[in-house]
């Protein structure tokens, strides 16, 4: 049986995700604008994965599959939510902008209030220490990001980035951090630009894990630190069964109360990726593959994942 510890875990991951819906991003406020700092929010850079997939996503049906053929996504095209690989990342932005406006409400309510104490921790044993410039990919409404800036000390330091423009405008972030449009796979920082570069729940949202781990790589000065967290199917059978029960039946009822209608698509959403995602293994390889040293893995309570890594030099 889990323990307290899982069953908490379990509450928090649902928090994590509570947040998804279909297509058509809000209009952007002027406000909103100015914080996404003129980067061309919806221009994608698109780095050839369609036609990568095309046998594959030809050959496979449903999300029920966790095995994936050797590729960069974090895992196969889910066809009950966006009809081919080209169209992932416009159906993860349109949840993102849809749902921005229930994040951290639902993550507060759902997280009991673990969630920046987690955050912090987790940089803090990446090797993030005060005055350490900061990126923080899939910033969202700032969660990670907020969490750096009570480690490094000051919040010029810090740069948040993100492909919803939704999430960006839900932002709470200490006045002095940057909020920018863009992703992982095209980030708009110089090359060798920050000492430490973290990314909190987005890996399962990504088109391709190679290239953003390039782009990382890229980014990050030679000597900085890596650090990623994201949810992990457990190991224990009775604790999938919890947690799906608890993403795809309870969640969805109190978040239809207390949130987004759109909540039940969202938590089978979020199940499906935890399900489907690439395993640890795979992930620590392609981030070893994009030239950082020592890449390992630190698990919680079975089922959150840290992911840390050193730029050598
Ligand atoms: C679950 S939220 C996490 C927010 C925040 N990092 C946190 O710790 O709460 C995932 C975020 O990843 C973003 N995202 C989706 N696809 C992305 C991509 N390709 N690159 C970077 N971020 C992406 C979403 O817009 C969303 O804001």
Redesign the pocket.
């Known amino acids: 049986m889990p323990g307290d510890g899982e069953w908490l875990l379990a509450i928090y991951s649902a928090a ?2 509570v ?1 998804e819906s279909p297509l058509e991003g809000p209009s952007l406020s002027s406000e909103t604008r100015g914080k996404l700092g003129g980067f061309p929010h919806c221009r994608e850079r698109r780095s050839g994965v369609g036609s990568r997939w095309t046998s594959w996503y030809a050959a496979s049906s449903r999300a029920s599959i966790p095995a994936a053929p050797a590729m960069s996504a974090p895992h196969r095209p889910l066809d009950t939510y966006y009809p081919s690989e080209c169209d992932r ?1 416009a159906w ?2 349109g949840i ?2 849809r749902t ?1 406006g229930d ?1 951290d409400r639902i ?1 507060r309510i759902l997280g009991l209030g673990t ?1 920046s104490w987690y ?1 912090r921790r987790a940089l803090r044993d990446a090797g993030l220490t005060p005055g350490r410039t900061v990126v ?10 907020c969490a750096a800036v009570t480690v490094v000390g000051d919040p010029a330091l810090v740069t948040g ?4 423009a939704g ?1 960006i405008e839900h932002a709470r972030v200490p006045a002095g951090v940057r909020l920018l449009g ?4 095209a980030i708009p920082v110089p090359d060798c630009s920050a000492d430490f570069l973290s ?4 890996l399962r ?3 391709d894990l190679s290239v ?1 781990f390039a782009e990382f790589y890229r980014v990050m000065r030679p000597g900085g630190r890596l650090c990623l ?1 994201e949810i992990t199917l457990p190991a224990s059978a009775v604790s999938r069964a919890l947690l799906k029960v608890w993403l795809t039946g309870f969640v969805p009822r109190i978040a239809s109360v207390i949130a987004h209608r759109d909540a039940p698509l969202l938590m089978r959403y979020y199940w499906d990726t935890i399900a489907a995602c690439v395993p640890p293994d795979t992930i620590l390889a392609a981030i070893g593959a994009a030239g950082f040293a020592d890449a390992h893995r630190r698990v919680d309570l079975g089922i959150f994942s840290a992911y840390r890594a050193r730029k050598p030099g």
Do not use: K
Not at 136 to 145: E, P, Y
Not at 199 to 202: I, R, S
């Open positions: 994590l995700c947040r990342s993860v932005r993102f902008d921005a994040y993550e969630g955050r923080d990919v899939g910033t969202g409404t700032g969660l990670l990001a980035v993100d492909p919803s999430m863009g992703s992982a796979e990314m909190g729940y987005a949202h990504l088109s953003a967290l």
